[in-house]
């Protein structure tokens, strides 16, 4: 039996005008509204209308992109979509995965992601990191390397993001970066760019954020999930709010596991994945991993 999974996009997928065309639908724009009152500004003309600056803000960007792929599914649900077999978010897309799947409210969910921008924001201002993307090395190759890289300088860099074969991103202390860069480039890497930013998520320097975040995370009521979500630091499903709340608070240390989520849900059966919120980039991501997956983009009209 095939079956279906929702992935939800992370930082990087947002860009002015996402959620526009969404907001002339009534279930949107309910959700769209709510936001706007429960975060005492337009967070709906900030993703609409920018300024890209203050949208890039993580501590707007997050709950911006978590706002577009809920209106995303109400829309979505409103024109008869079922839900699917499994749901999956990258890194801050989880906690949308998570509020789709039931496990946590919209205004709850929406709180959550709201502080944990703030957090993030906080910590990299007090640890300043730094995070470049590899390509063409293997993920057991780069962990290699970010260990020696460690070693040399006692300053900490690690895995950040498994995405997919050939793609992976590290993060961590700047100068324990560069050192990892280099070491990339000699291995053989085709592409070593750093990312245009100072936050070293899913990384240890995120630790100050990852325990206020866990205090964040005990105060809002979690149910059970009503589908399975996979859990970006083991790439497993988890369901109840036991190993919601773990993975919650171990996620913005750890490395997401975004090949190894995907390589699971083809393993449970999984052959059709939907992109659900703005841009495409996990499709993307998908397309590497599971090369004969059907792959769909929800869009309006179609």
């Given at each position: 039996?095939?079956?279906?999974?929702?992935?939800?996009?992370?930082?990087?997928?947002?860009?002015?005008?996402?959620?526009?065309?969404?907001?002339?639908?009534?279930?949107?724009?309910?959700?769209?509204?709510?936001?706007?009152?429960?975060?005492?500004?337009?967070?709906?003309?900030?993703?609409?209308?920018?300024?890209?600056?203050?949208?890039?803000?993580?501590?707007?960007?997050?709950?911006?992109?978590?706002?577009?792929?809920?209106?995303?599914?109400?829309?979505?649900?409103?024109?008869?979509?079922?839900?699917?077999?499994?749901?999956?978010?990258?890194?801050?897309?989880?906690?949308?995965?998570?509020?789709?799947?039931?496990?946590?409210?919209?205004?709850?969910?929406?709180?959550?992601?709201?502080?944990?921008?703030?957090?993030?924001?906080?910590?990299?201002?007090?640890?300043?990191?730094?995070?470049?993307?590899?390509?063409?090395?293997?993920?057991?190759?780069?962990?290699?390397?970010?260990?020696?890289?460690?070693?040399?300088?006692?300053?900490?860099?690690?895995?950040?993001?498994?995405?997919?074969?050939?793609?992976?991103?590290?993060?961590?202390?700047?100068?324990?970066?560069?050192?990892?860069?280099?070491?990339?480039?000699?291995?053989?890497?085709?592409?070593?760019?750093?990312?245009?930013?100072?936050?070293?998520?899913?990384?240890?320097?995120?630790?100050?954020?990852?325990?206020?975040?866990?205090?964040?995370?005990?105060?809002?009521?979690?149910?059970?999930?009503?589908?399975?979500v996979i859990a970006n630091a083991t790439g497993l499903p988890i369901q109840t709010p036991d190993e919601i709340r773990a993975e919650l608070k171990a996620q913005l240390t750890s490395p997401v596991r975004w090949t190894d989520s995907v390589n699971y849900l083809t393993a449970q059966g999984v052959e059709t994945f939907v992109e659900v919120g703005a841009g495409d980039v996990l499709l993307g991501l998908v397309k590497r991993i599971a090369r004969k997956s059907n792959r769909v983009k929800f869009k309006l009209?179609?």
């Amino acid at each position: 039996m095939t079956s279906t999974a929702f992935l939800f996009p992370g930082q990087g997928s947002q860009f002015v005008g996402m959620g526009q065309e969404l907001y002339e639908q009534p279930a949107a724009r309910a959700l769209f509204d709510a936001a706007d009152a429960q975060l005492g500004f337009s967070l709906s003309s900030l993703c609409f209308n920018g300024p890209e600056e203050e949208l890039t803000d993580t501590v707007n960007q997050q709950p911006a992109l978590f706002v577009v792929s809920l209106a995303t599914w109400a829309v979505m649900q409103a024109q008869g979509w079922e839900r699917p077999s499994f749901v999956a978010g990258h890194s801050l897309g989880e906690l949308s995965a998570l509020a789709m799947a039931g496990a946590m409210s919209f205004a709850d969910g929406l709180a959550l992601v709201r502080r944990r921008g703030e957090l993030m924001k906080e910590a990299g201002e007090r640890q300043p990191g730094a995070m470049a993307a590899i390509l063409a090395l293997d993920a057991a190759q780069v962990e290699g390397i970010c260990q020696e890289a460690s070693g040399k300088n006692g300053r900490f860099v690690q895995l950040a993001n498994d995405n997919c074969p050939g793609q992976v991103v590290i993060s961590g202390d700047a100068t324990a970066l560069a050192e990892a860069m280099a070491l990339a480039e000699a291995a053989g890497a085709r592409k070593v760019v750093k990312l245009p930013i100072t936050i070293a998520a899913h990384s240890p320097l995120m630790q100050s954020a990852a325990a206020a975040f866990a205090e964040a995370v005990d105060a809002i009521p979690l149910q059970a999930a009503h589908i399975p979500v996979i859990a970006n630091a083991t790439g497993l499903p988890i369901q109840t709010p036991d190993e919601i709340r773990a993975e919650l608070k171990a996620q913005l240390t750890s490395p997401v596991r975004w090949t190894d989520s995907v390589n699971y849900l083809t393993a449970q059966g999984v052959e059709t994945f939907v992109e659900v919120g703005a841009g495409d980039v996990l499709l993307g991501l998908v397309k590497r991993i599971a090369r004969k997956s059907n792959r769909v983009k929800f869009k309006l009209g179609e």
